[in-house]
């Protein structure tokens, strides 16, 4: 639970399990001593762990009446904290029941739905299917439908708004290595201009200002090894990010982060030096 405490709201804490006791239990723990705004069931998750040895996350697309118990139960032990589920479009190509699924969802009494547009069994391959994620808002009568997969830009962000009849969406990968995407995608839904991407020197700071909060809460030399993986995030589509990625993996010292960080993000004033 590290974290969730101090994190500011409004704060969405996602759990997991096949057990509606043990759900609700570590729900109800969230919802009143924790205050966190929104409890999520994840049902999505197609990691091997959690389906097969631990028949949880995805695993409980195939057994929707488990996943009502699961979410009646949650629903009851969290009141009035609202608790909303994620899912995965079915198991496989041949068993999409997402439309079955999130009408239980919405018997059970979860406040909202998110819809990742792939199966399980495609774990990150091939493209989100939102005509599927869209197939499910006639279904459902009160609760909000959010859709997630691939949206990694301000404008597939509006154009899914435009194309498909969705609530919400949701934006999972693209957002570690472009935290700025929020602000852009909320932009070009309002319809108003798009942000440009922070500057090199910006995006600099923001990494320093990460690796910053994460020594604070875990101490520097383990917040350097932590950070590698969100360091890389940040060089994503950068020139020299393969050659940062090699760099970054072997990091342990503060030190070492950040003279890698200088190297890979010059100073702008450094960089027009070298140019004159
Ligand atoms: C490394 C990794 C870990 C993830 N962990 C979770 C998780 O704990 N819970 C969850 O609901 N989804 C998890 N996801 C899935 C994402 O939330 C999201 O559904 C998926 O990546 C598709 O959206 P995107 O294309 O915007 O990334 C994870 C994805 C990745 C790549």
């Not at 043990?22 to 723990?29: Q, S």
């Not at 118990?69 to 041949?94: M, N, S, Y």
């Not at 435009?162 to 999972?172: E, L």
């Amino acid at each position: 639970m590290w974290g969730v405490a101090e994190e500011p709201r409004p704060l969405a804490v996602q759990i997991w399990d096949n057990d509606p006791e043990t759900l609700a239990k570590v729900g109800a723990r969230l919802a009143h001593q924790y205050r966190v705004s929104v409890v999520d069931i994840n049902f999505g998750c197609p990691v091997r762990q959690v389906t097969e040895k631990a028949h949880s996350g995805s695993y409980l697309l195939k057994q929707p009446d488990r996943m009502g118990q699961i979410i009646e139960q949650v629903v009851a032990a969290c009141a009035p904290t609202p608790v909303t589920a994620k899912i995965r479009l079915g198991c496989t190509r041949d068993s999409i029941n997402a439309i079955d699924i999130a009408q239980v969802v919405e018997g059970a009494g979860a406040a909202a739905l998110t819809v990742h547009g792939r199966t399980a069994s495609e774990m990150f391959r091939g493209s989100a299917d939102w005509d599927q994620i869209a197939a499910i808002k006639p279904h459902l009568q009160k609760i909000p439908l959010i859709g997630n997969g691939d949206l990694d830009s301000a404008e597939k962000v509006a154009e899914a708004f435009r194309r498909y009849d969705v609530d919400g969406v949701m934006i999972a990968r693209a957002a570690l290595g472009k935290p700025w995407l929020f602000a852009q995608a909320a932009a070009a839904v309002r319809g108003e201009a798009v942000p440009a991407d922070p500057t090199l020197d910006e995006q600099r700071e923001l990494l320093l200002h990460h690796f910053d909060l994460v020594c604070k809460r875990f101490g520097s030399k383990k917040a350097s090894v932590l950070m590698r993986k969100y360091a890389c995030c940040y060089a994503q589509g950068r020139r020299g990010a393969r050659e940062f990625r090699k760099r970054v993996a072997k990091i342990e010292t503060p030190e070492v982060f950040y003279a890698v960080v200088e190297e890979f993000f010059p100073r702008e004033a450094d960089e027009a030096g070298v140019r004159n």
